[in-house]
Each structure stands twice: as structure tokens, then as C-alpha cells.
């Protein structure tokens, strides 16, 4: 049974930083991502990294302040987020596929989701 469970979300004040972490289990992925969801808004693309080649993609809104990582012995994702700001305050998504499709952007180029973790920024 696949599983994707994230951690490591909170409240922080703007200008602060968090690190998210996604565990998976189950199978092995070709390809993880982000995506974030707030309140009214659609679920939209934050960032992706392949599992093999480790290349990294990033919504422009996040980058240069958002890192994505991979640590494949513990089969796990994680999300470094610097200099936050409120417009970051969402429920964040771990999101894995075992194909890559070649549109990491696109919430059907995963077939995994993990349950989310609030992420609340404060002015």
C-alpha cells in the first residue's frame, strides 16, 4: 500500500523558514512533487524533483526562496521554504508518480497524494 505522509508544517512569522518533509512508502517514484492549496483557490504546482537524474522544478512564485531535496535511502522529499511570505499560507501536498509524464506542473501527472500539512505565514 503506497503512502505519502507529510510533516513538518506550521505557524511562522513572515520572513521565517520551515522544512517540510514527505515519507513514502509503498513503492519506489520517478517523480515527487509539491503542490499547495489556499483557501478558495485552486491546487497549484509549488515544485518537483525526478528521483534518478534529481532534476528540480519550481513554480515561479517560490523560486529562490523554496528548495527542493531528496533523500533516497529513506525514500523521502523535503521541502526547505526561506524568506516565507503570507501569500505562502496554504495546505501543502506531497505528490509522487511512478512514471514521470514530462508535466511535473500538473496536479494529473501524480498519482499520489499525501494528506497535507498547514503552513500559516503571519504579517
Known amino acids: 500500500q503506497v503512502q505519502l505522509v507529510e510533516s513538518g508544517g506550521g505557524l511562522v512569522q513572515a520572513g521565517g523558514s520551515l522544512r517540510l518533509s514527505c515519507a513514502a512508502s509503498g513503492r519506489t517514484f520517478s517523480i515527487m512533487g509539491w503542490f499547495r492549496q489556499a483557501p478558495g483557490q485552486e491546487r497549484e504546482f509549488v515544485a518537483a524533483?525526478?528521483?534518478?537524474?534529481?532534476?528540480?522544478y519550481y513554480a515561479d512564485s517560490v523560486k529562490g526562496r523554496f528548495s527542493i531535496s531528496r533523500d533516497n535511502a529513506k525514500n523521502t522529499v523535503y521541502l526547505q521554504m526561506n524568506s516565507l511570505k503570507p501569500e505562502d499560507t496554504a495546505v501543502y501536498y506531497c505528490a509522487a508518480s511512478a512514471y514521470y509524464r514530462g508535466y511535473y506542473y500538473r496536479r494529473s501527472g501524480y498519482d499520489y497524494w499525501g494528506q497535507g500539512t498547514q503552513v500559516t505565514v503571519s504579517s
Open positions: 524533483i525526478t528521483w534518478s537524474g534529481g532534476n528540480t
